[in-house]
């Protein structure tokens, strides 16, 4: 059974947990309080390596998911495909069980979202990504190890490359790609690279398989070799 985080760990330049910079968000979440009293419903801190090599962003908390759980990627189907490949290729430590407390954790690899909060019928909208970009920034500097930023879907994508300023005609989304960005931020020679979001919809219309999603993680590890 999905459970409620015990004790979420915020890291340096996480949002906090009672940000108000969104307030549709902030509304959204007093509304949720109210109907799942036992649900984090908050801002989802980033969880795994504080100085990885590789960063994952994803767009926002699912409702009973992350916004539940308080950890990224954690009690919906997305994150059942997302840790078993992060397993599989060597970056976990324990037992993914969809909830906050199971003990697991991440070697070399730090999961956050381009919106720390869950939004209404799971879609944002510019202003929150915006408000919410200093702190993927702060995520990407305090990582001086970064070489490798994988986005999960389009819109992770976008919230990326506005990050640091590029041109969104310059580096199109798809599936696999491998994008070379430069210095974007200080000394880090940052790449980006795409995959299609690891949602359950993507998987039942076949749109994203196990083995595509595996490639993309292939093509990461030879990357970092």
Known sequence: ???KAVNPVFMPGDAPEDCTLCPRLTAFRAENRKKYPAFYNGPVPSFGDADPELLIVGLAPGMKGANQTA???TGDYAGDLLYATLAKFGYTSGT???MGNDGLTLKNVLITN?????????KTIAEEENNCRPFLINQINNSGRLKIILALGLVAHKSVLTTFGLKKSAFKFAHNALHPLGNVIGDKNITLIDSYHCSRYNTNTRRLTVDMFEDVFRKIQNFLK
């Not at 381009?114 to 799971?122: D, E, H, T, Y």
């Open 1 to 3: 059974m999905t459970q």
């Open 71 to 73: 950890r990224p990627f």
């Open 96 to 98: 993914y069980q969809t």
């Open 114 to 122: 381009a919106v720390r909060c869950v939004p209404p019928q799971n």
